[in-house]
T-cell receptor, first 110, second 113 residues
Framework: GESVGLHLPTLSVQEGDNSIINCAYS??????FIWYKQESGKGPQFIID?????DKRQGQRVTVLLNKTVKHLSLQIAATQPGDSAVYFC?????????FGSGTKLNVKP | NAGVTQTPKFRVLKTGQSMTLLCAQD?????MYWYRQDPGMGLRLIHY???????AKGEVPDGYNVSRLKKQNFLLGLESAAPSQTSVYFC????????????FGPGTRLTVL
């Protein structure tokens, strides 16, 4: 089955800097990926998605990069703000199911 | 448009007790999912449904049952709660299933003593 994991459990960045959160997956059959943001005590919130036929997708202040060769995707947050502090995790789709990583906690220092 | 709602928000059970968690969505979504989230672990799929009247097992279905009698509701039941079922439970829904985005509810924090 799908195995989705994150490289770093915690990431601390200075307000205004760019953040990069990484995710690795093991199943080459995964064809769709989502990044979620989860604040304490709340449900996951969709940030951005990308299909496997794409290498890059941009949203507002966020960019997702997909490298299928090494089975890696990343989330880039530009000009990180205090409100970005949360746990971020990726999810990969295999058939009709999503498999989730354990998450990276992003701490934004003022 | 409330999105995905879950009741209750918190619950404490004793070992062996039963309860039902309710998930409701008002977005006319076909697919609905129940996940559990444990500290340091990613969301794990318990059961899911691809439409009214259908259910299917996920990664960790043991000890849980589900029902989807109405399209907008997805119920998760624990017949005999165990401490290992202490977790935060999230419901999610999508319009037609992946690759469409999953929308999550706020979660139910369950403690089994």
């Amino acid at each position: 089955g799908e195995s989705v994991g994150l490289h770093l459990p915690t990431l601390s960045v200075q307000e205004g800097d760019n953040s990069i959160i990484n995710c690795a997956y093991s199943n080459s059959a995964s064809d769709y990926f989502i990044w979620y943001k989860q604040e304490s005590g709340k449900g996951p919130q969709f940030i951005i998605d990308i299909r496997s036929n794409m290498d890059k997708r941009q949203g507002q202040r966020v960019t997702v990069l997909l490298n299928k060769t090494v089975k890696h995707l990343s989330l880039q947050i530009a000009a990180t703000q205090p409100g970005d502090s949360a746990v971020y995790f990726c999810a990969g789709r295999e058939f009709n199911k999503f498999y989730f990583g354990s998450g990276t906690k992003l701490n934004v220092k003022p | 448009n409330a999105g995905v709602t879950q009741t209750p928000k918190f619950r404490v059970l004793k070992t062996g007790q039963s309860m039902t968690l309710l998930c409701a969505q008002d977005m006319n979504h076909e697919y609905m999912y129940w996940y559990r989230q444990d500290p340091g672990m990613g969301l794990r799929l318990i059961h899911y449904s691809v439409g009214e009247g259908t259910t299917a097992k996920g990664e960790v279905p043991d000890g849980y049952n589900v029902s989807r009698l109405k399209k907008q509701n997805f119920l998760l039941g624990l017949e005999s709660a165990a401490p290992s079922q202490t977790s935060v439970y999230f419901c999610a829904s999508t319009y037609r299933g992946p690759p469409d985005t999953q929308y999550f509810g706020p979660g139910t924090r369950l403690t089994v003593l």
